[in-house]
């Protein structure tokens, strides 16, 4: 049996997996789950992507400071990441003098958002903030335009995607959302190798999704190569021994906790193109 695991790639996923692996010290690298909770549930437990405490936060500060944003409202997906980012947002934004004018959630797969958006609507906010996924975020946008609802929607990385553009034409105009650093058109040696690698193999351009699925198995490779066993103690420590990591999905190396930071950026949507968002900051 493997002592290693890449998975776990969203934290609605990896939270309930993390007890099995603690018990069975089975080390764990999740690519993508950003529950800040996450990485205190066990020493086995490693991410790549930074967590919801610096999303939100970064998207408070730039919704308050950068956007010129007082009041916000907010409709979520009802999953472990929707709650986790929506308390780190109203707490950081509501630190900075902001108000939310009212906090909805949704669950995972609805379609029809015509109710909490006609709700959403009579507060007048300045805002809504959408932490979620594409497909319903989508349909969000789709049927705030056909309500003639005219707000500002501001979001988080899974808008980065071209089903939203699909999904929600031209009602994604101007939506602001954060992402990671990752570009393909970016010189950097690394992400040129890797992006080229992978139009080869599938046929299109990575996302940063894909930089960080093979970020993962990078860094369990170089930990693989200095360990003295293949057990999950030791290549849990062999993981925190690695030390800096640069690869296409940015630079980084674990803390105590197996928690990483990277930086993020902000990015809208013109023109029917994800372009990246200059001056709010």
Do not use: C
């Not at 603690?22 to 086995?44: H, N």
């Not at 046929?203 to 960080?212: M, S, V």
């Amino acid at each position: 049996p493997s002592n290693i695991i890449i998975g776990g790639a969203m934290s609605s996923t990896a939270e309930p997996i993390i007890p099995v692996i603690d018990q069975a010290q089975v080390v764990l690298v999740s690519p993508t789950a950003t529950k800040p909770e996450l990485p205190g549930m066990s020493s086995f437990f490693f991410r790549l992507w930074p967590s919801d405490n610096y999303d939100g936060k970064m998207m408070a500060e730039a919704a308050y400071n950068g956007l010129g944003l007082r009041r916000v409202a907010i409709l979520y997906v009802n999953v472990a990441y929707g709650v986790g980012i929506t308390e780190v947002f109203t707490r950081e934004f509501q630190a900075l003098g902001g108000t939310i004018v009212s906090s909805e959630g949704y669950r995972q797969g609805a379609t029809d958002f015509r109710t909490l958006l006609t709700r959403i609507a009579a507060e007048n906010p300045d805002a809504i903030y959408l932490p979620g996924y594409v497909a319903e975020i989508g349909n969000i946008l789709r049927q705030a335009r056909e309500l003639d609802i005219k707000t500002r929607f501001i979001g988080v990385n899974s808008l980065y995607d071209p089903q939203l553009i699909k999904l929600a034409g031209k009602a994604a105009e101007g939506a602001v959302f954060t992402y990671p650093t990752f570009d393909v058109n970016s010189e950097d040696s690394s992400i040129q190798t890797f992006v080229t690698a992978f139009r080869a193999r599938y046929g299109r351009d990575p996302d940063a999704f894909a930089a960080q699925g093979y970020d993962s198995y990078r860094i369990i490779e170089r930990a693989i190569d200095s360990r003295q066993d293949l057990t999950g103690p030791s290549l849990r420590d062999a993981l925190h021994r690695v030390g800096r990591y640069s690869g296409p999905g940015g630079t980084f190396e674990f803390d105590d906790n197996g928690d990483v930071e990277k930086p993020l950026r902000l990015m809208t949507v013109r023109d029917g193109a994800f372009v990246e968002l200059r001056g709010a900051k």
